[in-house]
């Protein structure tokens, strides 16, 4: 599988886990995307579930939205 291929498919995966009802936890997303979403929701307000930081859809689909318009804020590197 080429690099766009994969990538195409990775950026699909989070546009999918936004669509999901009851909210995101972080570990939903790979590992290489994470930080980003950290650095975007620092000083944001959370919910817990299960005892777990959950992200608000609306609060989601403004990073996806961010990514969209600005890109990362950080260099991802591709695991296959």
């Known amino acids: 599988m080429n690099t766009l291929d994969l990538l195409s498919r990775r950026i699909q995966t989070l546009i999918e886990i936004g669509e ?35 992200i608000g859809k609306k609060l989601y689909q403004s990073w996806l939205y961010k990514l969209k318009v600005k890109g990362f804020d950080y260099d991802i590197e591709l695991k296959r």
């Open 20 to 54: 999901r009802e009851g909210g995101i936890f972080l570990t939903d997303l790979r590992q290489e995307y994470r930080r980003d979403l950290k650095q975007f929701i620092v000083g944001e307000t959370l919910t817990v579930k299960n005892g777990k930081p959950v």
